[in-house]
């Protein structure tokens, strides 16, 4: 039997508010037995692992060492981009190429950072 990641997990200040921006950014749910001010959210999603945000005491101080690369589905990398940034995302990098390679790095409303690649319609295009 193989051994499945049931969940990535987040330390942060606030799991709720958290949980609620992922949710958003992933069209997940926040799960229906978490609230707010709750020490710990979990978010449900429809493709891989569900995300699990845990309240702690100490903030984030250093860059993440694991981080979420997001390939959009039905969006182009640019729309992406655009769309988790209207949530509350903000930029920490933009590594985008000339020729449509690239990546962009943001970070979440805790500074946690994640990557925006581009879809696979876009990557079939460019090679």
């Known amino acids: 039997m193989t051994t499945l990641v049931r969940h990535v997990t987040f330390d942060c200040s606030d799991a709720y508010a958290l949980a609620t921006f ?5 069209e997940g749910a ?3 037995e978490d609230a707010p001010g709750d020490p710990e959210a979990l978010v ?3 493709e891989g692992p569900d995300v699990l945000f845990i309240n702690v005491p100490e903030k984030k101080s250093v860059k ?4 979420f690369d997001l ?3 039905e969006r182009t990398r640019d729309e992406e981009v655009e769309r988790v940034t209207a949530l509350g995302a903000t930029l920490v990098g933009d590594h985008r190429l000339p020729d449509g390679r690239g990546w962009v790095t943001l970070a979440d409303p805790e500074g946690n950072e994640f990557c925006v690649e581009r879809s696979a319609a876009e990557r079939a295009a460019t090679g």
């Open 44 to 46: 449900h999603t429809s």
């Open 64 to 67: 993440n060492r694991v981080h």
């Open 22 to 26: 992922w949710a958003k950014i992933l």
């Open 30 to 32: 926040v799960s229906d």
């Open 71 to 73: 390939q959009p589905q």
